[in-house]
């Protein structure tokens, strides 16, 4: 239960108190080429995945924020590990395809590169972006949508941390601290709710103020290039 809370403490230090300076201050065109680029060299060639993973670290490499590699690399590993074991032993139990050692490597390398990559586009996700793109659209009512949603957050993995501990201290298993986490988080987003009835009823009438950081715009419009680039035969 102890390893869960580090990791969730993590996610939300990573995630929640870093501002949206560096990667995230990026332009949102650039991170929609990026992501574009993403799916389209992951359709185009598998082992693009690779190069996506790669640049993910460079542009994280340059924001000096490293901190969500960690925890990020621990919660991919699990379901690559599940991938790459579970195709393995249908392998061996004479199931085609037949799947070598090598490839069941093969298979836990890609599914940890698409994991990572997934989660730093996470990461970088911007709600003030989101919401002046939705105000942009003419959706001026859903456009405090994910600024709350952002707010609810934190509050979440707060008290999931919270309930973790209270659960370490009586000797529970972290499974039925869940339940509690979730009561807390749905009391938070009532509160919330409640409190911004005015702003949820009423159309935003302006956009949010952003700056917009130009290094990292050209990192990401960059790296959506080598994708491509990469991808194309």
Do not use: C, Q
Not at 88 to 102: D, E, H, N, Q
Not at 157 to 180: D, H, N, T, V, Y
């Amino acid at each position: 239960m102890r390893v869960i809370g580090a990791l969730v403490s993590l996610i939300y230090r990573s995630l929640f108190l870093k501002g949206t300076s560096g990667a995230k201050a990026a332009h949102s065109l650039a991170k929609l080429a990026y992501v574009s680029a993403f799916v389209a060299a992951a359709y185009l060639r598998g082992d693009s995945v690779y190069v996506a993973a790669a640049t993910a670290a460079l542009i994280a490499l340059a924001d000096s924020r490293l901190d969500w590699a960690g925890p990020a690399t621990l919660l991919s590993s699990i379901p690559a590990t599940w991938y790459a074991l579970t195709a393995y032993l249908i392998s061996l139990a004479g199931i085609p395809p037949v799947v070598t050692f090598t490839d069941a490597a093969i298979i836990f390398a890609r599914a940890l590169a698409y994991s990572l990559t997934i989660m730093f586009i996470i990461y970088s996700i911007d709600p003030v972006s989101i919401s002046n793109a939705l105000h942009a659209l003419g959706a001026r009512k859903a456009s405090s949508a994910p600024l709350l949603i952002w707010r609810v957050m934190p509050y979440g993995l707060s008290a999931m941390m919270e309930s973790l501990a209270i659960g370490e201290l009586k000797g529970e298993r972290a499974s039925k601290r869940i339940a509690p986490a979730i009561a807390t988080i749905i009391e938070h987003g009532r509160g919330i709710e409640a409190s911004a009835y005015l702003r949820l009823a009423a159309e935003m009438v302006h956009r949010l103020p952003r700056r917009t950081d130009r290094f990292f715009t050209a990192l990401y419009t960059l790296s959506a290039a080598a994708l491509i680039l990469w991808a194309l035969p």
